[in-house]
């Protein structure tokens, strides 16, 4: 059973940091495109950022371009999301997903599996 887990969540003032890992039990993992992707109450669930397979390839949604970072360690089976200059607005539960593909997709109906989402806080 694949298997996608979240860490790093949490609370976090104004401004701050927070990295988010996401560890996949999926083999070899640079054939997988990963991403986050986040859902705020009463929204519905929208791209953060996604990465290649290989990791050569990112893109943002604009709402957090400049601030959010993605990147992986393939060895490690680990997508990472690093987020910086966090804004109230940036407070959801965030999600990792990997897919079938090295390619990356910005649409989340593309992506295979899902992690259970973990919650940031931006309080201001």
């Known amino acids: 059973q694949v298997q996608l887990a979240e860490s790093g969540g949490g609370s976090v003032q104004t401004g701050g940091a927070m990295k988010l890992s996401c560890v996949a039990s999926?083999?070899?993992?640079?054939?997988?495109?990963a991403g986050w992707f986040r859902q705020a109450p009463g929204m519905d669930r929208a791209l953060v950022g996604v990465?290649?397979?290989?990791?050569?390839?990112?893109y943002y949604a604009d709402s957090v371009r400049g601030r959010f970072s993605i990147s992986r360690d393939n060895a490690k089976n680990t997508v990472y999301l690093q987020m910086n200059d966090l804004k109230p607005e940036d407070t959801a539960v965030y999600y990792c997903?990997?897919?079938?593909?090295?390619?990356?997709?910005?649409?989340?109906?593309?992506?295979?599996?899902w992690g259970r989402g973990i919650r940031v806080t931006v309080s201001s």
């Open positions: 997903a990997a897919r079938s593909s090295m390619m990356m997709h910005m649409d989340a109906r593309e992506f295979d599996y």
């Open positions: 999926l083999e070899p993992f640079s054939n997988y495109a």
């Open positions: 990465i290649s397979g290989p990791g050569g390839g990112t």
